[in-house]
């Protein structure tokens, strides 16, 4: 899959790709909004595909929803407000927002407008949890994964997450039989002052600043090694 981030720039992009018939990895979603865009523009790539004669069901496509980087970002926030008033608030954000995440992919993708995709033979965009590993040790090592088993859905894991969730974790349907209401939490938190939106923000700017750091490493170390290679090379 071609991975594109759900940035302003990246949703047209997306709609675009998907139009052109090819699978992509929509990456660096960290809110209910940037969320609800990027299924819009799946849909609106697919119907595009369509009406140029085009098989949708060659197209795979999923939804990277990064979890623990938002509770790392809500929790440093919630210190700041009033540590005390929001202790019980601290790491309740990023599972519940993913939570709701998938409430919207199954109200979204049961809509009218995507039967008459599926009836065309197009494939359900799947959320996928990126961001699994617990940052804060005082919170469950398994903490992101346990809360986010359901039906259609994708966690990626790192090694040292995969050992532990192997060792401890749950095996069960937990992504929409949460015992507190995540909608509630979310209220909660936008009365302590935490705008997730704008935190959504935060975290895709500094997501986008890595990537770009992670590609110029990657073009250096070519650079080099095509250097190293031309002044190895004996000139004749």
């Known amino acids: 899959m071609v991975k594109i981030p759900a940035t302003d720039a990246g949703i047209p992009a997306i709609e675009a790709m998907t139009a052109a018939g090819r699978s992509v990895n929509i990456t660096l979603i960290f809110s209910l909004t940037r969320y609800s865009q990027v299924i819009d523009a799946y849909m609106s790539g697919l119907e595009t595909l369509l009406a140029r004669g085009g098989d949708p069901n060659r197209v795979h496509s999923v939804a990277s929803f990064f979890v623990s980087r938002v509770d790392t970002e809500v929790d440093r926030r919630l210190a700041a407000i009033a540590p005390d008033l929001t202790d019980d608030l601290r790491g309740s954000a ?23 995709l599926i009836d ?20 469950p090592d398994t903490r ?8 259609d859905t994708v966690t990626t894991l790192t090694e040292s997450t995969i050992d532990v969730f192997e060792h401890h974790g749950t095996v069960a349907r937990t992504i929409d039989r949460a015992t507190l209401e995540p909608a509630d939490t979310l209220s909660r938190l936008q009365e302590a002052g ?13 997501g986008i600043e890595n990537f770009q750091a992670d590609q110029q490493a990657a073009l250096n170390a070519l650079q080099a090694a095509v250097a190293l290679n031309t002044a190895s090379t004996p000139h004749r």
């Open 94 to 116: 990023a599972v519940a927002q993913a939570q709701l995440a998938y409430q919207m992919f199954q109200t979204r993708f049961a809509s009218p407008r995507w039967r008459r």
């Open 120 to 139: 065309a033979g197009a494939r359900v965009q799947r959320p996928l949890w990126a961001s699994t590993s617990t940052k804060n040790p005082d919170y």
């Open 144 to 151: 992101y994964v346990d809360a986010l088993i359901g039906p």
């Open 194 to 206: 935490i705008d997730l939106d704008e935190v959504g923000a935060v975290l895709e700017s500094n």
